[in-house]
């Protein structure tokens, strides 16, 4: 955790002089973040948001992610759809970058399979609500890197399999998300 602390606190302090200014209304962008959790997991995972402003102050922003990665179960892999939904509003006004207060929910759907030793139901479905306080540096016409710590809270969750808040992180979150803007990519 430690360490997780340092290396925000590094990005936070590299990206400080070099904030790309722009006047976002909205975005469509690729969540990394989901490649990096799945990666740690052994397995593969993407992840897409779309953002819109609302008022100078207050957006919209939709996430749908899917990751395929392995269990702690020898050869039962696990499939997971995630979809969520959050009111962001920005104090500081201007767009959609930087300070952050966040509020909202969304739903993780898990899928079992694999030879090995399956749980007697091979689904879970977890429901959480997280607010959430960030930062979003927004580094190149068509990058931003979202800096968020939050506190996720499953308000549902049948856990057919034990470890399985392993991979949804209950509780407190640090985040670091890369954010390939596709709008951005090409225009001047």
């Not at 740690?40 to 948001?49: K, P, R, T």
Request: proline share 3%.
């Amino acid at each position: 955790m430690k360490r997780n602390i340092i290396v925000i606190l590094s990005i936070y302090l590299i990206s400080l002089p070099c904030q790309a200014q722009t006047n976002n209304r909205e975005f469509f962008s690729l969540d990394l973040s989901y490649s990096l959790t799945s990666i740690l997991n052994h397995g593969l995972g993407i992840g897409i948001n779309y953002e819109r402003s609302l008022l100078d102050y207050l957006s919209i922003k939709g996430n749908f992610g899917h990751m395929t990665l392995t269990t702690s179960i020898d050869d039962v892999y696990s499939t997971s759809v995630h979809i969520s939904l959050y009111a962001n509003y920005y104090p500081l006004g201007g767009g959609l970058d930087k300070l952050y207060i966040s509020a909202g929910g969304g739903c993780d759907f898990m899928n079992y399979f694999g030879k090995g030793n399956l749980p007697p139901t091979t689904q879970d479905i977890l429901i959480h609500i997280t607010p959430q306080l960030g930062w979003k540096f927004n580094v190149l016409r068509f990058l931003i890197i979202d800096v968020s710590v939050g506190y996720k809270y499953l308000i549902y969750e049948t856990q057919n399999y034990e470890d399985i808040r392993d991979f949804v992180n209950s509780g407190f979150n640090f985040g670091l998300g890369f954010k390939i803007l596709f709008n951005q990519i090409g225009s001047k």
